[in-house]
Structures are given as C-alpha cells and as structure tokens.
C-alpha cells in the first residue's frame, strides 16, 4: 500500500518534470529557428520547418514575406520569452503536441513587438516550425 501511494505521488512530479523538459526543447528549437531569420537565411528557415509549414507556403514566397516584413525591422536587439503553452488543438490544424511561443523582441527599427511561433513535436520527437508571425 505505501508503495501504490508512492507511486501515485510521484507520478504528477514525473509528469511536470517531463513537459518542462519538452518545453525547454520546443523553446530552443524555436530559438534556433529564429536565429536563421535573424542572420537573413530565410530559405534554410523555410527547410528547417515541419512539412505541415512547407505546405501552407512556398519557399519563394516565405523568403518574399520575410524580405517584405521582416528584414525591414532591422537588426534584433532583444528576445525574451513571454509566454509558452502547450496544446493539443489549434484552430484549421490537425491535433498534435504544439507548442506556441511568443516572444517579446525589440529591433533596430521597431522597439516592442511580440514574434510567436508555434511548433509541432514530430513521431521523431523533434519539434518543428509550423507557424510564425510577429505583431
């Protein structure tokens, strides 16, 4: 019996150690997505994101975008976490484990705005870009 109540309490303990774990994961990748755009490789951005973000846009048409929106912004000077949050669901997407991430980030030429990305955690257990805008 003191064995079954052992066990059921440190299973919540495993369960959250877990998701921080994914969550730290989910953020890096994230993270080194970001700094791809950041350096101006938007077409290696384009390859580095899951086929379900390869499908919703063409890699001439996000490198275009992101001359068009991004590179304007100029230079970044700061990205923090804001929040993280993990879901099953999205709205006109299929179900999975997401991520969505926004970032407080300042640029050269635009001092507050908020990036979010969201990631989706593959059957290989990588998380990858599925989507990405900034406001």
Known sequence: MKNLILII???PAFIFSQNKKE???AQM???NWLDQ???GQYLESWDDAAKYFQNQIQKDRWS???NASRKPLGVLKSRIVNTSEFKIELPG???GNYYVIKFDVSYEKKIKATETVTLLKGKNGEWKVVG????
Do not use: H, R, S, V
Not at 132 to 135: A, D, E, Q, R, V
């Open 9 to 11: 309490i440190l299973i």
């Open 23 to 25: 969550n730290k994961k």
């Open 29 to 31: 990748a994230a993270t």
């Open 37 to 39: 755009i950041d350096n």
């Open 64 to 66: 275009f975008a992101l």
């Open 93 to 95: 997407a299929p179900d």
């Open 132 to 135: 990405f805008y900034i406001k």
